[in-house]
């Protein structure tokens, strides 16, 4: 890998803020912007269409069959599930929004996913992109520890629950991040060496200002 190529970690809990600076900060670097969310909701989207519930023995199975892949569509690094990149807005479906941290939880779906995810930095680079800013739950934890930036996005639960809200969404942000921070598989917590932002406090120049000046120290 070009050494000047840059990954970019973004964690944080549900509606933090992840999505908003990950494709803000696109518009400033050259930088393919995967949401490793979408992936968990597209597997949960995919099983249940299958009708295999995240503890069903047929799980591993259901999952050895698929196939995964990314189609690039401006800056947006998209999963494909057997060719098909799945409707965004299935994705974010009610049903999906309480199922997925099931489906998360389960080390065959996230065992699925790691090499996956890995790959995606060459997957940016051959496709010419100078960086890759990925966002998640465990990005600067598990899947790219040695992550040139990582930041750990946070605000309180009255701010996510009104920006879910504004997004027209019934979500129990709540619970799904209490599933996600007390699994056993990749919790949800702040990384070693990441910077921890609220972003109820700061506007979302500032926000992605905090991150550009940490990407720029990085490079330097
Ligand atoms: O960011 P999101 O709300 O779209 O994520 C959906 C679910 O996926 C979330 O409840 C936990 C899971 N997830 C995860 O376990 N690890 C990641 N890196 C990203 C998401």
Request: proline share 3%.
């Amino acid at each position: 890998m070009n050494e000047k190529f840059i990954v970019l970690a973004i964690d944080g809990g549900a509606a933090s803020g992840k999505s908003t600076t990950a494709k803000t900060l696109t518009q400033a670097m050259s930088l393919m912007h995967v949401d490793t969310g979408s992936h968990y909701r597209a597997l949960c989207l995919k099983l249940l269409e299958k009708k295999v519930s995240a503890n069903d023995e047929r799980l591993g199975k259901a999952l050895g069959a698929l196939t995964l892949d990314t189609e690039i569509t401006g800056n947006q690094g998209r999963i494909r599930l057997d060719g098909k990149v799945p409707d965004p807005d299935e994705l974010r479906s009610d049903l999906v929004n309480e199922k997925v941290s099931f489906f998360a939880a389960q080390p065959d779906v996230r065992e699925k996913l790691l090499g996956y995810q890995q790959s995606l930095a060459e997957v940016a680079e051959s496709a010419g992109f100078s960086g890759l800013v990925m966002e998640g739950r465990d990005i600067g934890s598990v899947i790219y520890p040695d992550a040139q930036v990582k930041v750990f996005l946070q605000a309180d639960e009255r701010e996510r629950k009104k920006r879910r809200e504004a997004e027209g969404q019934t979500d129990a942000i709540s619970l799904r991040d209490k599933m996600d921070t007390t699994r056993k598989n990749a919790p949800l917590a702040c990384p070693d060496g990441a910077l921890v932002i609220d972003t109820g406090r700061h506007s979302i120049d500032q926000v992605v200002g905090m991150v550009l000046d940490l990407a720029e120290k990085a490079r330097s």
